[in-house]
């Protein structure tokens, strides 16, 4: 395998099995964005009389990353067609960037990815709306997901169509999911921030 496929391959792997950095950074304000796509869709917000707002924070943060797992497919299933904004309305910060390499090494190497990344089970492990985005460092609103992920169904194959997926890939993933609003409390600007696998862990 060339260095270009293996480092197609290992960008497309981070959203296939989400190996990332250790889920305690936060992302810079300065890759905030307020630009949408089709890819993320509207959730009506809850009635605070009687959702608190944590309650309403979690669940605008479990839509958006729903959205952003679609937005895998969506946007790497044919990447010489999508735009350096596919993944604008639903990532940022070090998720973002890494999208974005993914997108870039399978417009290199011309991959393809299939199928969906689907969950399993999703558990809010954290919520904290504490606005502080304006200090150094910022300390941004802030929901996390306790999740396992089925990635049994999503392929990814190169320019003659064969897969370049290890056969020694785990079908079911658990890793932690940071989802951050640097816009709070508008509902529309919940991102993924940073997915991070649980090291050892299994579900």
Request: hydrophobic share 35%.
């Amino acid at each position: 395998m060339n260095k270009q496929m293996a480092g197609i391959l290992t960008a497309a792997l981070l959203l296939a099995s989400c190996t990332g950095g250790d889920g305690n950074a936060n992302p810079t304000a300065s890759t905030a964005t307020t630009t949408s796509t089709p890819t993320a869709t509207t959730t009506a917000s809850p009635s605070p009389s009687t959702t608190s707002a944590e309650d309403q924070a979690a669940q605008h943060a479990e839509a958006v990353y729903r959205d952003y797992l679609r937005a895998q497919t969506t946007c790497l299933s044919n990447p010489r067609q999508s735009l350096p904004t596919c993944f604008d309305a639903v990532a940022i910060g070090t998720e973002r960037n890494t999208s974005l390499q993914s997108l870039r090494a399978a417009q290199e190497v011309d991959s393809k990815v299939s199928g969906d990344v689907t969950i399993i089970s999703i558990k809010t492990t954290k919520v904290d709306l504490t606005n502080k985005v304006k200090e150094t460092p910022p300390t941004v609103p802030q929901v996390v997901f306790a999740v396992c992920m089925d990635v049994s169904k999503f392929n990814i194959v190169d320019k003659d169509g064969k897969s370049i997926v290890p056969p020694s890939r785990k079908a079911h993933v658990p890793v932690n999911v940071s989802v951050l609003n640097y816009k709070y409390p508008d509902p529309a600007q919940w991102r993924v921030g940073l997915v991070t696998e649980v090291k050892d862990g299994s579900c």
